[in-house]
């Protein structure tokens, strides 16, 4: 039996970037939204579709990484600067509501905010067709703190978090 060949390789999709902390609350994903959010668009690749011609459910996966990424950054707290400060942050949790399919050369919108930060990390996403605004698919992902030197997991978001968000901590 052989052993397939380890290695990764990373495609970047972000066309446009937007993010902002938000100090007057504006409706947004149906409620208030928190102060964190940011925003950015990508193009639906060939490579993203399925035999039916619509985006494979798992590439909706990496648009939510895709804007993740640019709301960790907005708020100077993405992979490396959790590395750097102890923790890693597995992802535990991932909900994702699929309301109509997306297809080859749409434009989406993708939108992601910070709803939970005590405990735990929640974002929350909205993805939208960037030309008309339809509702694409909703999601949320749920991470943890893990203390790189022990391996624990933490049940109190450790004090750096807060202070990325500008928050006192507990």
Not at 17 to 41: L, V
Not at 120 to 143: F, H, N, P, W
Request: net charge positive.
């Amino acid at each position: 039996m052989t052993k397939a060949p380890n290695f990764v390789f990373f495609v970047s999709f972000v066309v446009k970037s937007h993010y902002s902390i938000q100090t007057k609350p504006e409706k947004c994903m149906g409620k208030t939204p928190s102060r964190w959010f940011a925003e950015t668009e990508t193009q639906v690749q060939f490579n993203h579709l399925d035999p039916m011609e619509i985006v494979w459910h798992g590439h909706y996966v990496n648009y939510l990484e895709i804007v993740r990424s640019v709301l960790l950054t907005s708020v100077d707290y993405n992979y490396p600067q959790m590395k750097a400060s102890g923790y890693v942050w597995p992802v535990i949790d991932l909900h994702i509501r699929y309301v109509a399919p997306a297809k080859f050369a749409e434009r989406l919108k993708l939108r992601a905010e910070i709803v939970e930060w005590e405990n735990r990390l929640k974002i929350a996403y909205l993805l939208t067709d960037g030309a008309t605004g339809r509702r694409v698919g909703r999601a949320s992902t749920t991470q943890v703190a893990v203390e790189l030197a022990t391996g624990e997991m933490c049940f109190v978001s450790p004090p750096v978090l807060f202070e990325k968000l500008g928050l006192t901590p507990p």
